[in-house]
């Protein structure tokens, strides 16, 4: 048996597991640490409660393990194990071990568990070579990382830079393995589908103009997300150009999410629809904005409207709405699955550089990338899509970006 360890149940990740299960070929268990994901709880970042309004338990084989009181995804120490897991490992008859990453104590636990039980480690995590890293931690994050690499038997890279960051550890061709990052194109295209001739409906829900072109930001309103850079060269445009003419009077800006940024954001456009606009009057978010992430002064804000948060069967609506997406994000971005999710559904992207999956999907034929941080380049970007249109995004594009893919790799392994 396979078995895959993970922090929680999430979104993006269970349709990989159902896809496992429907396929066969790989006898496997999940191996959950928390209920995280399963039930309403409150997300920091987002500054909600809430819960994937999908089912997130069922189509696979799954466990919760024994791990310690208030063990959370977002902390490395407290999300640990209590139980012995090599015991477990060998009560199951466990042939191999995935862990997804290294971000809580629980993953290295688990590698020198399985390394104890005689068994092969497996790891598929997001990390890339794009985030810098300061002189001071480079050599202790070197070799705290070596130590774990020198215990995996197989990487399952999710792209170019994920698999560059193996590369510069030494990690020989021969242990490396695709699996691309993906998310469940069926339904997204199924969700675009069943919204097709509906764009006006959707687009006046949220008094966006029918001939504007609406350029979506879709995630949290946080710091490394960038997105006041999105009204920065909006407003750049308006001021080459002069307010109230050229692109920026054709371009609508659509914000789907919540968090820290949201009063700062709204307060650099003129918001012609707020769906959170009942809650912010209760409870006024606390905002730090960077002052070289701030747009300068002296011209028309743009036009924005605000749908509020999104589950995963809402958001195919703000797709369908858009003209394009923009994902801004620095490199703390370690891939960016919202570009995945608007391109199944039919939304090109403009993507920055420091995003995780920029050399991969960005440089598909209907998206574009630039420099993360230069308003300029992001405003040209914006100027050339609007000028030509929406892009057309073909499921060739990401035919290779699949559960398919991973599967197959799974399968090829287990099978050798």
């Excluded at 801004?328 to 699955?337: A, I, K, N, Q, R």
């Amino acid at each position: 048996m396979l078995a895959i360890l993970t922090t929680h149940p999430i979104q993006y990740q269970v349709p990989l597991w159902q896809a496992l299960a429907k396929d066969g070929r790989v006898p496997f268990e999940v191996w959950y640490l928390t209920l995280h994901g399963t039930q309403p709880s409150h997300d920091r970042e987002f500054g909600k409660e809430f819960a994937w309004d999908l089912e997130m338990l069922s189509g696979y084989p799954h466990r919760f393990l024994d791990v310690a009181s208030g063990a959370t995804p977002s902390s490395f120490w407290k999300c640990r194990l209590k139980e012995k897991l090599r015991d477990r490992i060998r009560k199951s008859g466990t042939r191999a071990l995935w862990i997804q990453g290294w971000q809580v104590a629980a993953y290295w636990q688990a590698a020198w568990e399985a390394k104890a039980a005689g068994v092969e480690v497996w790891l598929r995590g997001e990390s890339n070579d794009l985030a810098p890293t300061p002189w001071w931690k480079s050599p202790v994050k070197h070799i705290a990382l070596g130590r774990l690499f020198d215990r995996i038997d197989r990487f399952l890279y999710i792209g170019s830079a994920n698999r560059r960051l193996y590369q510069k550890f030494a990690v020989p061709n021969e242990k490396l393995f695709p699996a691309p990052y993906a998310v469940d194109n069926q339904r997204f295209a199924e969700q675009a589908e069943a919204l097709r001739g509906q764009r006006s409906v959707v687009r006046g829900q949220w008094s966006i103009p029918n001939d504007a072109f609406c350029v979506l930001f879709c995630g949290k309103f946080i710091p490394k997300k960038r997105p006041m850079d999105l009204i920065a060269a909006v407003r750049l445009l308006g001021k080459e150009r002069g307010a109230g003419c050229g692109e920026q009077a054709k371009i609508h800006l659509l914000f789907a999410g919540s968090g820290e940024l949201g009063d700062a954001l709204r307060s650099r456009c003129d918001v012609v629809f707020d769906a959170d606009a009942h809650q912010r009057s209760e409870d006024r978010e606390q905002t730090s904005v960077a002052s070289s992430q701030l747009p300068a002064p002296g011209f028309r804000n743009p036009s924005a409207s605000f749908a509020g948060f999104l589950n995963q069967t809402e958001i195919s609506k703000a797709y369908d709405a858009a003209d394009v997406l923009v994902l801004p994000s620095d490199y703390h971005e370690t891939w960016g699955l919202v570009v995945n999710e608007a391109m199944a559904s039919g939304l090109p992207c403009i993507v920055s550089d420091q995003c995780g999956c920029a050399e991969d999907l960005g440089k598909i034929s209907s998206n574009a990338i630039y420099e993360c941080g230069n308003i300029k380049s992001l405003a040209t970007e914006l100027t050339t899509f609007a000028k030509h249109g929406k892009r057309e995004v073909f499921a060739r594009d990401l035919q290779y970006y699949s559960f398919d893919e991973t599967v197959k790799t799974v399968a090829d392994i287990w099978s050798r």
